[in-house]
């Protein structure tokens, strides 16, 4: 059982940046394969990006290609995504989820936990 609680949401200009955080509670952080989602107002929740258990494979959506960085600290049992040259489109709850062991993709079905959210507002 993992239980996650993302942070760090707030509002920034267009532009700028931001990391928001996750931090996990459980056993075997470091065997989970983590990820985040957003979901925008009137929109489905969508993927965004996914690291693998060691860090070693990542994927992106292709809207934040280039753009948005994710990484994970097995030590701190934390995921993070730096977020850079953020848009107004970028405006969303921003959902960390998790999945044991095998790869989930991008996928949210494949996923057995989530995080409340946390919310980003990018500002024009």
């Known amino acids: 059982q993992v239980q996650l609680v993302e942070s760090g949401g707030g509002l920034v200009q267009a532009g700028g940046s931001l990391t928001v955080s996750c931090a996990a509670s459980?056993?075997?952080?470091?065997?989970?394969?983590m990820a985040w989602f957003r979901q925008a107002p009137g929109k489905e929740r969508e993927f965004v990006a996914v690291?693998?258990?060691?860090?070693?494979?990542?994927e992106y959506a292709d809207s934040v290609k280039g753009r948005f960085t994710i990484s994970k600290d097995n030590a701190k049992n934390t995921v993070y995504l730096q977020m850079n040259s953020l848009s107004p489109e970028d405006t969303a709850v921003y959902y960390c989820?998790?999945?044991?062991?095998?790869?989930?993709?991008?996928?949210?079905?494949?996923?057995?936990?989530w995080g409340p959210g946390t919310q980003v507002t990018v500002s024009s």
């Open positions: 989820a998790a999945r044991y062991a095998n790869w989930p993709g991008s996928l949210e079905e494949n996923y057995d936990y």
């Open positions: 459980g056993r075997a952080f470091g065997t989970y394969v």
């Open positions: 690291i693998s258990w060691n860090g070693g494979r990542r």
